[in-house]
């Protein structure tokens, strides 16, 4: 692939000098000069008239700089896409609370969480604490919360 390339070229053009160029990639200018000529091997074209006091794109160049502009933000946002993806909270939370938490504590913790993970599908159960804890008991929510203390009797 020809990102790195790509990437010089863009630069290269908007700082309209191959040192410039070269200081804002942290790479060195015969890099930069490298990378230019690949590419116009590669298209077989000239993409810069150059003369020792200016830099002029050609108009090859010119067709280059705007497609090459979208390929990079496209290989960008498929970066962000695929790391978002990994990071991504995706399934189904069952939520078991007693009335009080239920009705007052926990529906602004749910918009929150659901503008922070909208892929993941929130179900609310809402009972007495009892409810909640035989719940809980049974693997029937993933989650329980509840105000009160509650007597547990040992799980095995």
Same mark, same amino acid.
Do not use: W
């Given at each position: 692939? +020809?990102?790195?390339?790509? @990437?010089?070229?863009?630069?290269?053009? $908007?700082?309209?000098?191959?040192?410039?160029?070269? !200081?804002?990639?942290h790479i060195s200018q015969p890099s930069?000069?490298?990378?230019?000529?690949?590419?116009?091997?590669?298209?077989?074209? %000239?993409?810069?008239? #150059?003369?020792? @006091?200016?830099?002029?794109?050609?108009?090859?160049?010119?067709?280059? +700089? !705007? #497609?090459? @502009?979208?390929?990079?933000?496209?290989? %960008?946002?498929?970066?962000?896409?695929?790391? $978002?993806?990994?990071?991504?909270?995706?399934? @189904?939370?069952?939520?078991?609370?007693?009335?009080?938490?239920?009705?007052?504590?926990? *529906?602004? =913790?749910?918009? /929150?969480?659901?503008?922070?993970? *909208?892929?993941?599908?929130? /179900?609310?159960?809402?009972?007495?604490?009892? $409810?909640?804890?035989?719940?809980? #008991?049974?693997?029937?929510?993933?989650?329980? =919360?509840?105000?009160?203390?509650?007597?547990? $009797?040992?799980? #095995?």
């Open positions: 692939m +020809y990102y790195d390339a790509l @990437k010089t070229f863009v630069t290269l053009v $908007e700082t309209k000098n191959f040192t410039r160029a070269a !200081e804002f990639l930069v000069s490298v990378h230019i000529k690949n590419l116009e091997a590669e298209f077989k074209t %000239e993409l810069f008239i #150059r003369s020792p @006091k200016v830099l002029k794109i050609t108009p090859t160049g010119e067709i280059l +700089y !705007e #497609r090459a @502009k979208q390929i990079l933000s496209m290989y %960008e946002q498929t970066q962000k896409d695929i790391l $978002e993806h990994h990071h991504d909270i995706i399934g @189904k939370l069952i939520i078991g609370a007693s009335f009080t938490i239920g009705e007052y504590v926990l *529906p602004p =913790l749910l918009v /929150e969480l659901h503008s922070k993970y *909208p892929n993941l599908e929130l /179900e609310i159960f809402i009972g007495n604490t009892e $409810e909640i804890v035989q719940s809980v #008991r049974l693997f029937n929510v993933d989650i329980g =919360l509840i105000e009160g203390q509650t007597m547990i $009797e040992n799980c #095995r």
